[in-house]
């Protein structure tokens, strides 16, 4: 009889060994990575298209939002403020108009601002 419990008792050890290391791992497998906002691809096209523009430095960058303006025509808007290479700090704000469905840029409009 003493066997049968000697047994009992590491089989025991063994299962909460393996139902502890079972559950780690599911709880590591589902921590899931922040992946970057939707907008990240449009704000990297307005850094570019300002930086080419402007040929100036991107000082400080806020996305303001999107628009809806249409079924095939959404806008992203955002801030950049920027440095000339004369040293002359402005804001540039940046609208670029595409198609939702196809990601197809339409256009890229831009506004200075002394704010």
């Known amino acids: 009889m003493g066997d049968i419990t000697e047994n ?28 970057a906002p939707e907008y990240a691809k449009w704000g990297k096209i307005a850094v570019e298209e300002t930086q080419k523009r402007y040929n100036a430095v ?4 806020k996305h303001i939002g999107r628009t809806e303006l ?3 025509k959404s806008e992203e808007k955002f801030k950049l403020w920027i440095r000339s290479k004369a040293g002359n700090e402005f804001g540039v704000f940046v609208s670029i108009q595409f198609d ?3 990601d197809t840029i339409q256009s890229i409009q ?6």
Request: hydrophobic share 50%.
């Open 58 to 61: 991107i000082i400080d960058y």
């Open 8 to 35: 009992f008792s590491r089989w025991a050890v063994i299962m909460k060994k393996i139902l502890i290391s079972f559950l780690a791992i599911l709880i590591f497998s589902t921590v899931t990575v922040e992946a």
């Open 70 to 72: 249409t079924p095939k």
């Open 110 to 115: 831009f506004s200075e601002t002394n704010r």
């Open 100 to 102: 939702p469905s196809t």
